[in-house]
């Protein structure tokens, strides 16, 4: 089953550079009660299970994207996201296990009153922890371009003091960060053959959809191993389609380069819908909640209510509404997210209706 195409690409995988922090391969695992409520055959990758502390996709980024920090014998990782970032808790736990320190400039509309969710565990933890309160009408994109100086300035301090800093951008949004995710689909691909099954076995793997950059090592890494398997996104709402398909699209092409290889990428290689958003990113839908429902009563397992929920949401109904036809075979791939069910208001028993 496997032809020189695999050797080739599992070759060119193997030779970047990875620290190895994740719990990997990662199960893959059949949803026996869902595929028969909704006739399909429908499996999840849990990603949620890679184990760098409550699991997420950022933990396989960390593994391609850290290797510069330790080459570079640096003392602090520095990064920036939302108070509830599932990107800074992997960074900060991934940090500990390389000892280094983590420093962290979080953003929201309110500074929290209590620690809750990930930034309970970014304290626990041990980083060093910069709360800033966004403006009135602000995005955190343009707070942190605005409080530039202040990161800079904590780097400096360090550096003259202590150390080596090493500032990653959130998600890791390049080639380095995306190429996890490429070797996320060699890892499937290997898990399979045990199966006896291919890549191909599948019509559809569905991820959530954040930066892009989890799609983007998916759909490279489709190509690299040669599959027809369609990669549907669904975005929790972090950025318009059109920026979000034009991040992708340039997101491939350098990540093809990266790895020395050719291959076309068009728009009509990308399948991602913004539907299942709701009021927001941090607002769950009355289909969300009723996806992480289904899925934790039917299969014991738990999705988050910022990315996952709305992904699966979105899946459920699209298998309802025939734009994934009975009969398809599906995997869902679980990008984690969990401390989120732990982090706030909207989420807890209410919004439930429990
Ligand atoms: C960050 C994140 C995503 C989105 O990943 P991108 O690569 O930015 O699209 C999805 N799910 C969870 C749980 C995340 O933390």
């Given at each position: 089953m496997r032809d020189n195409t695999y050797l080739k690409a599992f070759e060119k995988l193997e030779k970047i550079p990875?620290?190895?922090?994740?719990?990997?391969?990662?199960?893959?695992?059949?949803?026996?009660?869902?595929?028969?409520?909704?006739?399909?055959?429908?499996?999840?990758?849990?990603?949620?299970?890679?184990?760098?502390?409550?699991?997420?996709?950022?933990?396989?980024?960390l593994e391609f994207t850290l290797p510069e920090a330790v080459k570079n014998k640096a003392k602090y990782l520095v990064t920036g996201a939302a108070?509830?970032?599932?990107?800074?808790?992997?960074?900060?736990?991934?940090?500990?296990?390389?000892?280094?320190?983590?420093?962290?400039?979080?953003?929201?509309?309110?500074?929290p009153q209590k620690y809750k969710g990930n930034l309970l565990l970014d304290k626990v933890m041990g980083a060093e922890i910069h709360l800033n309160k966004l403006q009135q009408g602000e995005s955190i994109p343009k707070a942190m371009q605005r409080t530039k100086e202040n990161v800079n300035?904590?780097?400096?301090?360090?550096?003259?003091?202590?150390?080596?800093?090493?500032?990653?951008?959130?998600?890791?949004?390049?080639?380095?960060?995306?190429?996890?995710?490429?070797?996320?689909?060699?890892?499937?691909?290997?898990?399979?053959?045990?199966?006896?099954?291919?890549?191909?076995?599948?019509?559809?793997?569905?991820?959530?959809?954040?930066?892009?950059?989890?799609?983007?090592?998916?759909l490279v890494g489709k190509k690299l191993f040669n599959s027809t398997v369609k990669i549907y996104g669904f975005s929790a709402g972090f950025m318009p389609i059109e920026t979000l398909k034009k991040r992708i699209l340039k997101g491939a092409e350098e990540t093809a380069e990266f790895l020395k290889v050719t291959m076309p990428f068009s728009k009509e290689d990308i399948y991602i819908s913004e539907d299942y958003v709701g009021k927001g990113y941090d607002v769950p839908s009355k289909e969300e909640v009723g996806a992480i429902k289904q899925i934790a009563q039917k299969e014991a397992v738990f999705l988050d209510p910022v990315y996952t929920g709305k992904a699966m949401a979105g899946l459920l109904d699209f298998i309802k509404i025939d734009r994934i036809p009975k009969g398809s075979k599906v995997l869902f791939w679980h990008t984690g997210g969990l401390p989120a069910l732990f982090s706030g208001e909207e989420i807890t028993g209410s919004i439930y209706g429990l």
């Open positions: 990875r620290v190895k922090l994740a719990f990997l391969p990662t199960p893959l695992q059949k949803l026996e009660r869902i595929s028969q409520l909704y006739g399909v055959e429908m499996y999840m990758k849990r990603d949620d299970l890679t184990g760098i502390e409550f699991g997420g996709n950022k933990t396989r980024k108070f509830q970032s599932n990107w800074c808790r992997q960074t900060i736990a991934c940090g500990n296990r390389l000892g280094m320190k983590t420093v962290l400039f979080l953003y929201g509309p309110e500074i300035e904590r780097i400096k301090e360090l550096e003259e003091k202590d150390g080596e800093c090493y500032y990653i951008e959130v998600g890791a949004p390049f080639p380095r960060g995306h190429v996890a995710y490429v070797y996320a689909v060699g890892e499937l691909v290997r898990q399979l053959e045990e199966k006896g099954m291919m890549l191909n076995y599948f019509d559809y793997i569905v991820t959530a959809i954040g930066t892009g950059g989890t799609y983007t090592g998916l």
